[in-house]
């Protein structure tokens, strides 16, 4: 499986983003997808997951209510819709699968990572 993201950039406060991961070389239909993130000296954490039927989703505490995190099948695409930004929220933003059809918050249970892609919330 290999995970393309793409879509981070610099946006001021309070304004929003939205991260891509395409999903290329397995099922994506069967997949749980997810979103991490990770800022230097600190361990990558969980932001925002989807079940592969798009039906269930989970979100971080610091990030619920301003994030969404959705998918399209026909795209095998999985979005992070990132409203009301918070300089706290600037970070590497990592794309992962699981190729089973549960989600499971733990990082280990990721099978495979996309590249960062850099979200920098700034004035």
């Known amino acids: 499986v290999q995970l393309q993201a793409s879509g981070g950039g610099l946006v001021q406060p309070g304004g929003s983003l939205r991260l891509s991961c395409v999903h290329s070389?397995?099922?994506?239909?069967?997949?749980?997808m997810g979103w991490f993130r990770q800022t230097p000296g600190k361990e990558r954490e969980f932001v925002a997951a989807?079940?592969?039927?798009?039906?269930?989703?989970f979100y971080a505490d610091s990030v619920k209510g301003r994030f969404t995190i959705s998918r399209d099948d026909a795209k095998d695409t999985v979005y992070l819709q990132m409203n009301s930004l918070k300089p706290e929220d600037s970070a590497f933003y990592y794309c992962a699968a699981r190729s089973v059809r549960r989600v499971v918050i733990r990082r280990d249970a990721w099978d495979s990572w996309g590249q960062g892609t850099l979200v920098t919330v700034s004035s």
């Open positions: 989807i079940d592969s039927s798009g039906k269930d989703t």
């Open positions: 070389g397995g099922t994506f239909t069967m997949s749980a």
